[in-house]
């Protein structure tokens, strides 16, 4: 499949989840904003790949990022984000999200497991609960100490 084919949209999603669990894949979902990219991103995103057979990431749409991280964000739009994450060969799907939070796509995917960076804790993933109540499973992996996009534009100004 190439980079640019990885990028899908919510209908092409849901299908290809439902395709993918039929045949028995373990589908692996996560969700971000992956602004500016770093260690922290890619160990985590390596880890969610390992917990299953399929990855689909979840994009914050460039005006989701700008209510959830200020008005200067994104620093890299949405094009570049997706096709940034769509060329990691560990992922299979990018599907790009309008909403304030990626609830309605968790909810239509249902994937076998749901996770997060380590810098959240069960309690407060969107979409755990359905995830749960569908017999899926929610996790937290590594956190990076250290690692993130707002840091890197932090050095940047201060350099
Ligand atoms: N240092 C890190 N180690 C592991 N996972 C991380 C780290 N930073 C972010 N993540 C994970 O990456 C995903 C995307 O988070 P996000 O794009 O907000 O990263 P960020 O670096 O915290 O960004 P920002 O600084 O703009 O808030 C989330 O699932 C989050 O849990
Ligand atoms: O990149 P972030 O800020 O980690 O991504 C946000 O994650 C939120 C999270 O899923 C809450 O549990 C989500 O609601 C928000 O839309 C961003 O994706």
Known sequence: MTINNKIISLEKAIELSQEWKAAGEKVVFTNGCFDLLHAGHITYLSEAAALGTKLIIGLNADKS?????????????????????????????????????????????????????????????????????????????????????????DKIKNS
């Open 65 to 153: 990022v700008q209510v959830l991280k200020g008005p200067s964000r994104p620093i890299n739009d949405e094009k570049t984000r997706s096709l940034l994450l769509a060329a990691m060969q560990f992922i299979d799907a990018v599907v790009i999200f309008e909403e304030q939070t990626p609830q309605n796509l968790i909810r239509q995917i249902l994937p076998d497991v749901l996770v997060k960076g380590g810098d959240y804790t069960l309690d407060n993933i969107v979409g755990a609960k359905e995830v749960l109540e569908n017999g899926g499973e929610v996790q937290t992996l590594s956190f990076l100490p250290g690692y993130s996009s707002t840091s890197i534009i």
